[in-house]
T-cell receptor, first 113, second 113 residues
């Protein structure tokens, strides 16, 4: 049973398209995240939601819009895709407590051509 | 703002050699510390974590790390590496009561058989 699952795992799309990546966790966590890993393998947080409320919003273009329909889901929608959006996007989740561990999904490899 | 630095970007070792990967962070308060591993083409997996207590923590696959508060360090060690340890290793830090995990740039370890 996958704890944090993302779909699709691989996505190749053209510039200018709009795409979504879905994420679901079955760990009972109340906090979910999106991280971006760029071509240099550098990992950086993009967003975090706690109980469906946005709590972390790093400097990310407005073309990226997260949506959390419930505590177990956090989807990432990207409008007008650009070449520079090519990266691996990791979903993650944790409990909203001190001493919490953040668990990552398997990643979604997005390639914009 | 928190930051994490990993001293070596690439490390090449022969099997059975000992490993130490450096990690230093900048944050004056209480932190939670993590090492994650990313095998080629795979997602991030938690190797070990430190929240409190014994500063020497043991993780999976024979890895351990030592938290030295005075040096703001959390170095990863393994006495004898195996070919299967070839991967990228990420040190990460967050505030004790925070949920923003800040990653280092990663260290690529290649173990020659």
């Amino acid at each position: 049973d996958t704890a944090v699952s993302q779909t699709p795992k691989y996505l190749v799309t053209q510039m200018g398209n709009d795409k979504s990546i879905k994420c679901e966790q079955n760990l009972g966590h109340d906090t979910m995240y999106w991280y971006k890993q760029d071509s240099k393998k550098f990992l950086k947080i993009m967003f975090s939601y706690n109980n469906k409320e946005l709590i972390i919003n790093e400097t990310v273009p407005n073309r990226f819009s997260p949506k959390s329909p419930d505590k177990a889901h956090l989807n990432l929608h990207i409008n007008s895709l650009e070449l520079g959006d090519s990266a691996v996007y990791f979903c993650a989740s944790s409990r909203w407590t001190s001493g919490n561990t953040i668990y990552f999904g398997e990643g979604s490899w997005l390639t914009v051509v | 703002a928190q930051s994490v630095s990993q001293h070596n970007h690439h490390v090449i070792l022969s099997e059975a050699a000992s490993l130490e990967l450096g990690c230093n962070y900048s944050y004056g308060g209480t932190v939670n510390l993590f090492w994650y591993v990313q095998y080629p083409g795979q997602h991030l997996q938690l190797l070990l974590k430190y929240f409190s207590g014994d500063p020497l923590v043991k993780g999976i696959k024979g890895f351990e790390a030592e938290f030295i508060k005075s040096k703001f360090s959390f170095n990863l060690r393994k006495p004898s590496v195996q070919w299967s340890d070839t991967a990228e290793y990420f040190c990460a830090v967050k505030r004790e009561y925070g949920n923003k995990l800040v990653f280092g740039a990663g260290t690529i370890l290649r173990v020659k058989s």
